[in-house]
C-alpha cells in the first residue's frame, strides 16, 4: 500500500504538502484517490459559430482583443473582457471582479473555455467560464485531444499542475499496485481491477471506462464500509442476551388502559420489537418514524416487556425539557397499574438534580423498574441492579460513543433507538448496517393534515392574523425565529426584540412567553410548563422548541425567516403541531431568494410526510451535508453515493457478510491487503475483531 507521504514525491515541497493536507490529501494513496470533480470531453470541441443560447460548451479560442474596465454603477466592481475567435466565428467572454485573469489573456494566446452561453444585447457571450491557456499542441497531450480531469484544486496548483501530478503518479505507482479485491469478487461482480480503475477515474480513455471505473471505486468504498458494520452486526448476534418474556398482564393492561387503538404500523413494530426481545441474541434495533407517528408508545411497551419479567429499563432522551415530558406522560399512563402487587416505579434523572444520590441508590438497589433520563444516565457512578432493556430517543442528539455507553451498564441489555428523521433505506443501511431496522409509516387514524401556508416579509400582518384567529378559539400558537438577537449583517429580527414587539403591538391583547438557549434551563422550563398549563396563549422561540415537545392544542406555528432552516429541521418543527385531532396551520414567512431556499419550502408546501421531505432534503443538499459531520460515515463517502447507487450498496453488503462468516479475522493470505487498508481507514478494528 502506498503510505509514502506526498511530500517526498518530486515537485511537492512542504508548502504544497500542506495545501494538500488541507484536503485530506496525505499519502501517495490519498492522492491516488482524489478523484475529479468533472470531466471534459476535449476530443472534439465545439465550433463557435454553432453554440446555442442557454448550453453549456468547451470551445478551443483565440485571443484576439483583452482588456479590463471598472464598472460604471459600482466603481469597485471590476470586468475583464476578451474577444475571442476560433475560425468558425467569434464570441466574448467576460470575467466579473477577478482583475488577476488579465495576465492570462493576451493576444494570441489559445485558451479552452468551458461555461454556458447566453445572449448579451443581441449577441452570444459566456459570463464566468473556467479556462485554460493551452501551450503548444504536441507538448500538451495531457490536457487536449481527451477526455481531460478537472479537480477540486489545492491552494498553489492550476488544473495543469495537478494533472501532471496525478498523471506522473499514476505512471509511478500503478505498476507496483496491489489489488486489495480479491480475482474472485472482482469477477462475480464484474469489477475492474483497481489499476485500470484509477487510470480511468482519472484520465479515462473513455466515457464507458470512466463508469466502470466509477462503479469498482464506489463498490471498493460501499465495502469497505460495510464491513465494520457486518461485523460488528454478526458477532452481536454470537453473544448471548436477555431472553425477555414478552407476553404477560402488565403489557396486556397496558394496552387495553390506552385511550386510543395502537395503529397498524404501530403492532407491527412491536411484533418485530418482541420476537427480538423473545429471542436469546441481544437486540439493537433502529426505529424510524415520523414526528407525531406514535413511537413513544411503542417504546414504553417495550419497557413493560422487560420489567413484567423483572427487569429494569431506561428511557433516554436529549434535552431535559424533553425527558420531563417523557416523564409525565409516561407516569400517567403507568399510574394505574400493577406489577407482582405493588405499584410500578418510575424515576427522573436528569442533570443537575438534589435526589440524585438517592436516586443511584434505589437504580443500584433495584428499587426502580424504569428510569428516564437525559445523558446523565451514562454518569461513570450510576449502576442498575439489572439493566435489561434500554430506548435512546431522537438518536442522532446523541454521538455513536455516547449511545454505546448505556448498554456497557447490564449485562448485553436489548437495545431500541429511535430517530424521527426518517431516511431512505439504503442510507440506512450506509449508516446504520449493523442495526435491524423497523419503520413505524403510518400517523394515528384521525389526525388532519397541518395546512401549511407560505407569505411574504410584507405581508406577515396576514400571518399574524391566522396566529390571532387561532387564539381567539382558545388555541395556542408558536412564532419561531432562527436566531436571538437581530442580525444587521443578515437582515434578520431575533426571538428576543420580536417578543418586545408583538407583546406590546400585534399581540398586546395575548399572554406571551419566550424561550431561547441563553435563557436559563429553569426559566425556559417554567415557560414551556406555562404554555402547556394554558397560561400562555402564544410562545416566542427559536429553535430551541425543534425536539419532541407534545402540546396538542397549539394549532399553528409561524416560522419567520423560514430560508435561514434546513429542510428537515422545518419540518420537525412543525412537527410540534398537529398532534390532536385539531386543524393546524404553518405559517411561512419568508423572502427567500436562493434556489435553494426556494426547493425548501416548496417542499415543505407539498408534502408533510418525513420521509418524502427527508428524500427531497437530502436531493437538495447531498447526504454529506445532510448528516453533517455527526455521522461521519457519509461525509467520508467521497465516490460512492448509496442514493444512486442501491444495487451496488447491496452487493458490496453480501461479500462483506460472505467475507465475514468466512474469515472473520481475515486471516487469510488474500486478504491480507484488504485488512491493511480497513485498518488504515478504521483503526478499532482489530479490537472488534478479537471480540468477534
Ligand atoms: P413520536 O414520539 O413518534 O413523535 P408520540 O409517541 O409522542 O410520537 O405520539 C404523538 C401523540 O400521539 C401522543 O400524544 C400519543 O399519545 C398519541 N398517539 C400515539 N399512538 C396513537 C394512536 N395509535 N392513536 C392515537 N393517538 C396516538
Ligand atoms: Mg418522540
Known amino acids: 500500500m502506498q503510505t509514502t507521504a506526498i511530500q517526498y514525491l518530486k515537485g511537492i515541497g512542504p508548502k504544497r504538502a500542506k495545501s494538500f493536507e488541507a484536503r485530506g490529501v496525505k499519502t501517495i494513496e490519498d492522492l491516488l484517490y482524489y478523484f475529479p470533480r468533472r470531466y471534459e470531453d476535449r476530443t472534439n470541441f465545439a465550433s463557435i459559430s454553432a453554440l446555442k443560447e442557454g448550453q453549456i460548451y468547451t470551445i478551443k479560442a483565440q485571443v484576439l482583443a483583452g482588456g479590463q474596465r471598472n464598472s460604471w454603477r459600482r466603481r469597485s466592481f471590476s470586468i475583464t473582457e476578451a474577444a475571442l475567435e476560433d475560425g468558425t466565428g467569434k464570441i466574448s467572454c467576460v470575467w466579473f471582479n477577478q482583475p488577476y485573469l488579465k495576465e492570462y489573456l493576451k493576444v494570441g494566446a489559445s485558451l479552452i473555455l468551458y461555461g454556458k452561453v447566453e445572449r448579451y444585447d443581441g449577441r452570444l457571450q459566456m459570463n464566468n467560464p473556467e479556462f485554460e491557456v ?31 501530478l496525478i498523471k506522473n503518479t499514476l505512471d509511478g505507482y500503478l505498476p507496483k499496485i496491489n ?47 460495510q464491513l465494520p458494520l457486518v461485523l460488528r452486526k454478526l458477532s452481536r448476534k454470537e453473544k448471548k442476551g436477555i431472553q425477555h418474556s414478552v407476553e404477560g398482564k402488565l403489557v396486556d393492561d397496558f394496552i387495553s388502559g390506552l385511550p386510543f387503538k395502537l395503529t397498524g404500523a404501530q403492532e407491527k413494530v412491536l411484533a418485530e420489537i418482541k420476537k427480538d426481545m423473545a429471542s436469546p441474541q441481544a437486540m439493537q434495533r433502529l426505529l424510524q418514524g415520523d414526528v407525531g407517528s406514535g413511537k413513544t408508545v411503542v417504546a414504553t411497551l417495550a419497557c413493560l416487556a422487560a420489567i413484567q419479567g423483572g427487569y429494569q429499563a431506561a428511557f433516554m432522551a436529549p434535552t431535559e425539557i424533553l425527558v420531563r415530558q417523557h416523564y409525565e406522560k409516561i407516569s400517567a399512563q403507568l399510574a394505574g397499574l400493577t406489577f407482582a402487587g405493588r405499584k410500578l416505579r418510575v424515576g427522573l434523572l436528569v442533570g443537575q438534580d438534589k435526589e440524585k444520590e438517592n436516586i443511584y441508590r434505589d437504580l443500584k438497589a433495584g428499587r426502580i423498574d424504569l428510569i428516564i433520563g437525559t445523558h446523565a444516565l451514562l454518569q461513570e457512578e450510576l449502576s442498575f441492579k439489572n439493566l435489561g432493556f434500554i430506548v435512546i430517543d431522537e438518536q442522532h442528539k446523541f454521538g455513536v460513543g455516547q449511545r454505546a455507553l448505556l448498554p456497557k451498564k447490564g449485562n448485553n441489555p436489548d437495545v431500541l433507538i429511535m430517530t424521527a428523521t426518517p431516511i431512505p433505506r439504503t442510507l440506512a443501511i450506509t449508516l446504520y448496517g449493523d442495526l435491524d431496522i423497523s419503520v413505524i409509516n403510518e400517523l394515528p387514524a384521525g389526525r388532519l393534515p397541518i395546512k401549511t401556508l407560505l407569505f411574504s416579509q410584507q405581508s406577515s400582518k396576514k400571518a399574524y392574523a391566522i396566529a390571532k384567529e387561532e387564539l381567539n378559539y382558545r388555541r395556542q400558537a408558536y412564532i419561531i425565529y432562527p436566531v436571538i438577537e437581530e442580525s444587521y449583517a443578515l437582515d434578520i429580527a431575533g426571538a428576543k426584540k420580536m417578543f418586545a414587539e408583538l407583546k406590546a403591538g400585534e399581540f398586546k391583547d395575548f399572554r406571551l412567553g419566550l424561550i431561547h438557549g441563553q435563557l436559563k434551563t429553569k426559566t425556559q422550563e417554567a415557560a414551556m410548563l406555562k404554555f402547556k398549563n394554558r397560561e400562555l396563549d402564544l410562545l416566542v422561540s427559536t429553535s430551541i422548541l425543534e425536539v419532541g415537545i407534545d402540546i396538542p392544542n397549539a394549532t399553528c406555528m409561524i416560522i419567520a425567516f423560514a430560508e435561514r432552516f434546513g429542510l428537515s429541521q422545518l419540518h420537525q418543527l412543525r412537527g410540534r403541531i398537529g398532534r390532536g385531532n385539531l386543524q393546524s396551520f404553518c405559517v411561512l414567512i419568508s423572502d427567500g431568494q436562493t434556489q435553494e431556499a426556494k426547493a425548501r419550502l416548496e417542499a415543505m408546501l407539498a408534502s408533510t410526510d418525513g420521509f418524502r421531505i427527508s428524500e427531497e432534503d437530502l436531493k437538495i443538499r447531498g447526504p454529506g451535508e445532510f448528516f453533517g459531520s455527526r455521522q461521519h460515515g457519509l461525509a467520508e463517502l467521497k465516490i460512492a453515493n448509496p442514493l444512486t447507487q442501491m444495487h451496488l450498496l447491496k452487493a458490496a453488503r453480501e461479500e462483506a457478510i460472505a467475507l465475514i462468516k468466512q474469515d472473520v479475522r481475515l486471516e487469510d493470505r488474500a486478504h491480507q491487503l484488504l485488512k491493511e487498508k480497513l485498518l488504515q481507514r478504521f483503526p478499532e478494528y482489530e479490537s472488534m475483531m478479537l471480540v468477534g
Open 134 to 164: 493551452i501551450d503548444s499542441q504536441d507538448e500538451d497531450s495531457l490536457n487536449i485531444g481527451r477526455i481531460v480531469p478537472v479537480y477540486i484544486l489545492p491552494q498553489g496548483f492550476s488544473q495543469r499542475s495537478m494533472r501532471s
Open 179 to 225: 489489488d486489495p479485491l480479491t480475482y474472485d469478487l472482482r469477477t462475480r461482480n464484474n469489477l475492474l481491477n483497481l489499476a485500470q480503475s484509477l487510470l480511468n477515474i482519472h484520465f479515462p480513455q473513455d466515457l464507458d471506462l470512466q463508469k466502470q471505473a466509477h462503479r469498482r471505486l464506489s463498490f471498493e468504498e460501499f465495502f469497505i464500509f
